[in-house]
């Protein structure tokens, strides 16, 4: 209900990057209502992510997700973008601050989990 487009005909990816994180959705056919939908709500998760309000997956799980309180205190050190990929689309999150990184990297873990999603974690550093 919260993206406009039914989740179990589309595909999550919640990736965990060396400098924030990425989370792609897809389309799993073409149809391109849901497309659209799904980059509607995904640049609306980008400006919402931005201005510190994550109220949509508090919404969708029914809790506060893992790291999402902090990413909100940190919001001016975290750059969110938005970019259509062919049946959707992805918003990608980067930081230099660890504090914002760890967040990103708790919220990345618990969605995939949530969602029962793939995505990829970042290799702990040596």
């Known amino acids: 209900m919260a993206m406009g487009v039914d989740q179990t005909t589309s595909t999550h990816h919640f990736d965990a990057l060396p400098d924030g994180g990425r989370i792609e959705l897809l389309?799993?056919?073409?149809?391109?209502?849901?497309?659209a939908q799904i980059r509607a709500h995904l640049r609306l998760i980008q400006h919402a992510f931005q201005a510190g309000d994550f109220s949509t997956p508090e919404?969708?799980?029914?809790?506060?997700?893992?790291?999402?309180?902090?990413?909100?205190?940190?919001?001016?050190?975290?750059?969110?973008?938005?970019?259509?990929?062919?049946r959707g689309g992805e918003v990608v999150m980067k930081t230099?601050?660890?504090?914002?990184?760890?967040?990103i990297h708790a919220f990345m873990g618990a969605q995939r989990s949530e969602h029962h999603a793939s995505g990829a974690?970042?290799?702990p550093t040596p």
């Not at 799980?61 to 990929?85: C, N, W």
């Open 27 to 35: 389309r799993d056919a073409d149809d391109s209502l849901g497309i």
């Open 96 to 103: 230099s601050d660890a504090q914002a990184l760890a967040a």
């Open 121 to 123: 974690g970042v290799a």
């Open 59 to 86: 919404f969708v799980h029914m809790q506060m997700m893992p790291g999402t309180a902090e990413m909100a205190r940190k919001r001016d050190v975290i750059e969110y973008s938005f970019h259509e990929l062919p």
